[in-house]
């Protein structure tokens, strides 16, 4: 069964480091979707993708966050500097959007656990 | 209001008996709803989709959706303490709107 791929699963970095997540979709899939979600909390849209274009990234801080999906497949979410408040889970999820019924379904890749110390 | 609620919990059930989980949604021109299962530090899980009023049943599982009500709820008979995670509610509402609700505790008591 094809799944979302991400890496890395978990992730340790100082404030003021870069870090970088990287997404491989379900393949066929036009849609991709990053999200936090921080503990006890709901799954935050950051950026969202159909194909290469950036179709809402209302919720990206962009001071400091960044995300390509260069060839509209997969994608990277960066992050420059980190702070503190950046620890979080990062999931990335994708869904097909065209093409019958269950088009809409989003599928989630494991995420990356973020620590900024 | 927050567009898509959910009682955080815990919803705390005896194993064997069924666990209902709630959600209300706020845009009426929602056209799908799904129902993930989320275990503590794993990624969500889809558990199940509803498109249309009614009922969808699948295995011990069953969604329920009243769209004049904006009420979507999920079933689960025969709770078993694995079934133990936290039941995100999501509502998509077309062009490319996708919201989640913070989530349901659920705990099943053996």
């Known amino acids: 069964e094809a799944e979302v791929a991400q890496s890395p699963r978990y992730k340790i970095t100082e404030k003021s480091q870069a870090v970088a997540f990287w997404c491989d979709p379900i393949s066929g899939h036009a849609t991709l979707y990053w999200y936090r979600q921080i503990l006890g909390q709901g799954p935050e849209l950051l950026v969202q993708?159909?194909?290469?274009?950036?179709?809402?990234d209302s919720q990206l801080p962009k001071d400091r966050f960044s995300a390509e999906r260069l060839k509209g497949v997969d994608s990277t979410l960066k992050i420059q500097p980190a702070e503190l408040g950046d620890s979080a889970m990062y999931l990335c999820?994708?869904?097909?959007?065209?093409?019958?019924?269950?088009?809409?379904?989003?599928?989630f890749g494991p995420g990356t656990r973020l620590t900024v110390l | 209001q927050k567009e898509v609620e959910q009682n955080s919990g815990p919803l705390s059930v005896p194993e064997g008996a069924i666990a209902s989980l709630n959600c209300t949604y706020s845009?009426?021109?929602?056209?799908?709803f799904f129902w993930y299962r989320q275990y503590s530090g794993k990624s969500p899980e889809l558990i199940m989709s509803?498109?249309?009023?009614g009922d969808k049943e699948d295995g011990r599982f069953t969604a329920q959706l009243n769209k004049a009500s904006q009420y979507v709820s999920l079933l689960i008979r025969d709770s078993q303490p694995s079934d133990s995670a936290t039941y995100l509610c999501?509502?998509?509402?077309?062009?490319?709107?996708?919201?989640f609700g913070t989530g349901t505790r659920l705990k099943v008591l053996a």
């Open positions: 999820a994708s869904s097909r959007t065209s093409g019958g019924a269950g088009a809409d379904t989003q599928y």
């Open positions: 993708f159909q194909d290469e274009s950036v179709v809402d």
């Open positions: 509803i498109y249309s009023n």
């Open positions: 999501a509502v998509y509402s077309g062009t490319y709107k996708y919201i």
């Open positions: 845009d009426r021109g929602s056209q799908s």
